[in-house]
């Protein structure tokens, strides 16, 4: 029983609170009513500044008012303001409850299309206003006429968008000059780093053929050694001569007796340094 009491007395307080917000609903748009009233009489008086004014008060009162934004769109197309009157149109159309006024709002929207000349955009706003409402004349004739405006004057492409489509060529080869730019750097890097390695390896080449010519001038001990017991054989044979080049035979005659006389000096400090015991390496003089 208990819990049917609170059931039952939570129930009548969800009730009264949706009661007093019906209500409080009910009393906006009342009031927003009025305000619409009140600047319908004032458009009617040529008093468009009132009329605006009022028409505002009611927009801001119920933002779902249709009537008023669509008057106001009127007020505002009377007044060769059709920006505005656009606006208002489309937010008309926006909140409209009912075909008739959807159909309405769209129609005026193609007339401040063809009042700009936008024919294409024209069309398709008379085509949502008879979807809305099929049978309306005036609606009907304004179709066929933005249609036939239409061919006569197909879309052109209009400054802005020549003026984005110029800026998108402009920075595509923007791009493509810095993508250049950046191919011959990187171009210029590498042919940098392929001299480096070249260099290096030349380097590398000549400290080769350095530590080569090292390692020819080394000698073996066994080697040298060898090359002392080979000397003392050479005593007792002539020595091999390299072969003079275009010389004449006076010539020749003369370089053999001076060869033979260092020889035979040699061959006598060689003899009289092994009387001593002393042993040595005999190298040639030429």
Do not use: C
């Not at 007339?111 to 398709?124: D, G, I, S």
């Not at 730019?181 to 590398?204: A, L, M, P, V």
């Amino acid at each position: 029983m208990k819990y049917f009491k609170q059931t039952f007395a939570l129930l009548v307080l969800m009730v009264s609170v949706m009661y007093g917000q019906n209500k409080e609903t009910e009393q906006i748009k009342k009031e927003s009513k009025v305000y619409t009233y009140n600047a319908n009489k004032a458009l009617a008086e040529n008093s468009f500044a009132d009329a605006e004014a009022e028409y505002r008060k009611a927009i801001s009162k119920d933002g779902e008012n249709a009537t008023a934004k669509y008057n106001l769109g009127n007020a505002y197309y009377q007044n060769e303001s059709y920006e505005q009157a656009f606006n208002r149109y489309k937010q008309a159309s926006e909140v409209a409850l009912t075909k008739a006024e959807k159909h309405k709002a769209y129609h005026n929207m193609g007339n401040v299309f063809m009042k700009n000349k936008e024919y294409e955009k024209a069309v398709a706003a008379y085509k949502n206003a008879l979807r809305n409402n099929p049978t309306d004349d005036e609606t009907r004739y304004n179709f066929a006429l933005a249609k036939e405006m239409l061919e006569k004057n197909p879309p052109k492409e209009d400054d802005k968008d020549k003026k984005d489509k110029d800026q998108k060529e402009e920075n595509k080869e923007q791009d493509k000059k810095d993508q250049d730019s950046k191919d011959q750097n990187d171009k210029k890097e590498n042919e940098g780093d392929k001299e480096k390695d070249e260099g290096g390896k030349d380097d590398k080449n000549k400290d080769g053929e350095g530590d080569k010519e090292k390692e020819k001038n080394k000698q073996d001990p066994k080697q040298d050694q060898n090359k002392g017991d080979q000397k003392e054989d050479q005593n007792n044979q002539p020595q091999k001569q390299p072969k003079p080049n275009q010389l004449s035979p006076q010539q020749v005659k003369s370089l053999l007796q001076a060869m033979n006389n260092a020889e035979k000096k040699t061959q006598d400090k060689l003899n009289e340094k092994k009387a001593k015991g002393i042993k040595v390496k005999t190298e040639k003089d030429w």
